[in-house]
């Protein structure tokens, strides 16, 4: 049984940052053998959203455009954690954090844009940034 959990969302003002983790755990499951970690999110009354992913190995990370140059991912593959560091964040933001893994290798790294690719999900966090 594979758990994700996340943690570090909360209330922020806009210009603030925040800084996301998400923790993965299993008999089995190594964060270094999956083949994508991403986060997604979820503002109220719109649909779940891409933001990032890492790879497994921690290579080619990608970011959807609005968050690209303040959201930072990364991964420690020796904690099983993915962190998620957001700078400069805006009201547009605020919304459930939901991490996700991807088993799968691709050989394109651009289906892992989307929710359907990934295999594990997290409870998600909640991010508000009030403005």
């Known amino acids: 049984q594979v758990q994700l959990v996340e943690s570090g969302g909360g209330l922020v003002q806009a210009g603030g940052s925040l800084r996301l983790s998400c923790a993965a755990s299993g008999r089995t499951f190594s964060s270094s053998a999956m083949g994508a970690m991403g986060w997604f999110r979820q503002a109220p009354g719109k649909e779940r959203e891409f933001v990032l992913f890492?790879?497994?190995?921690?290579?080619?990370?990608y970011y959807v455009d609005s968050v690209k140059g303040r959201f930072t991912v990364s991964i420690d593959n020796a904690k099983n954690t993915v962190y998620l560091q957001m700078n400069s964040l805006k009201p547009e933001d605020t919304a459930v954090y939901y991490c996700?893994?991807?088993?799968?290798?691709?050989?394109?790294?651009?289906?892992?844009?989307?929710?359907?690719?990934?295999?594990?999900w997290g409870q998600g966090t909640q991010v508000t940034v009030s403005s």
């Open positions: 890492i790879t497994g190995s921690g290579s080619n990370p």
């Open positions: 996700a893994a991807a088993r799968t290798f691709l050989s394109s790294l651009y289906y892992y844009k989307h929710a359907g690719t990934y295999d594990y």
